[in-house]
């Protein structure tokens, strides 16, 4: 087959600025690669902590950890209290006794959350 235009001339592949600007965008390919693909991990005193599976926020407000804190009894205490009355006998008696447990707690985390916040 017959070529109007000559194909271009090879371009020595081992010039030196060749050289430079392919491994210059490399590096930068892989820089970039590497910080979508694989992040590095925080450097905090909490991830270094294994065994700690769930962390409180440290700028969290008394009254934001109290408030949660009241929400979550109020949930437990719903849960405990179904459970109760599907029981019967002995462990119908130590359901209840948990449910008070949780009952006193909140009373306590209300009346904590008073102290912040009078309202």
């Known amino acids: 087959m017959f070529k109007p235009t000559p194909n271009p001339p090879e371009a020595d592949r081992s010039s030196t600025s060749t050289k430079s600007k392919t491994k210059k965008q490399d590096e930068a390919e892989r820089r ?11 450097k905090s005193e909490d991830a270094s902590k294994p065994d700690q599976l ?3 926020s440290k700028n969290a407000d008394n009254e934001c950890l109290l408030a ?10 719903a849960m405990i209290s179904n459970l109760a009355f599907d029981l019967e ?10 449910q008070q447990l949780i009952e006193m707690s909140s009373l306590l985390a209300s009346r904590a959350l008073d102290n912040v916040d009078p309202r």
Not at 68 to 77: P, Q
Not at 89 to 98: Q, T
């Open 89 to 98: 006998g002995p462990r119908r008696h130590i359901a209840l006794g948990i």
């Open 32 to 42: 970039a690669l590497d910080y979508y693909l694989q992040p590095k991990p925080e």
């Open 68 to 77: 949660n804190l009241s929400e979550n009894l109020a949930s437990a205490d």
């Open 54 to 56: 769930f962390t409180v």
